[in-house]
């Protein structure tokens, strides 16, 4: 949810403290980041890039979702935690996605082609992985694909993600907007066909 509705890095995520979050002003601050070091995520002060340090506006569909999440028991001091409560190391990191995976494609894959659709991702006759193998880092993908159809203006989304120069976000805009636009000329495709159509019709009637 925090990275598809606010663009955060899993560098970003990973370190990122309750306080860090105002549910009343609705942002998120982003002021340190985490590196690997011996399979532990050793934090340090400051973003991946000077850019990277940012204050993000959040919608009201994440506040809401976050608020029910600070009431969690098992929360404290860090946002997105381990089964125990604590900050992730970058193997329970890998374990929790690769289960959130499973998840999903219990969820939502398609399973027609194969006997019988599992009831569980712990199934013992096997569960086929169907869906795309998606990455953490696709989910911040989709945060700009949201701020460009919702009309986020492309410096205002570069500062939303903590680009360090706009070169990147433009390209995603642009090709979001090659694709938008190719779309939405093919209704006129569908307009002349259907006129078309409608036409032959017409004259066959006359006749």
């Known amino acids: 949810m925090i990275m598809m509705y606010a663009g955060l890095r899993r560098g970003e995520l990973i370190p990122l403290m ?19 070091v011996n399979n532990q995520f ?3 002060d400051g973003a991946k890039t000077a850019a990277g340090e940012r204050v993000i506006d959040i919608p009201g569909v994440l506040v809401e979702y976050l608020k029910n999440l600070k009431n969690e028991p098992r929360n404290g001091l860090y946002v997105c935690v381990n089964a125990k409560g604590f ?32 009831k569980s991702k712990y199934d013992p006759a096997g569960v086929p992985f169907v869906i795309p193998r998606i990455t953490p880092h696709w989910l911040r993908h989709t945060y700009a694909t ?29 090709h979001l907007d ?3 636009k ?4 093919s209704k006129l495709d569908e307009y002349l066909n259907d006129a078309s159509q409608d036409a032959s019709q017409n004259t066959c009637k006359t006749l």
Do not use: C
Not at 159 to 168: L, P, R, Y
């Open 146 to 174: 949201l701020l460009y159809f919702a009309g986020v203006d492309v410096m205002t989304a570069r500062d939303q993600m903590g680009h360090a120069d706009i070169k990147t976000l433009l390209d995603i805009y642009t």
């Open 182 to 185: 190719r779309k939405a000329m």
């Open 178 to 180: 090659k694709l938008h």
């Open 87 to 118: 900050m992730h190391t970058d193997t329970s990191w890998r374990r929790m996605w690769d289960s959130y995976l499973l998840d999903l494609n219990i969820k939502y894959g398609d399973f027609s082609g194969y006997m019988k659709a599992p």
């Open 42 to 44: 050793i934090v340090k």
């Open 18 to 36: 309750w306080r860090d979050i105002d549910l009343d002003e609705h942002t998120i601050t982003v002021n340190k980041s985490v590196e690997v």
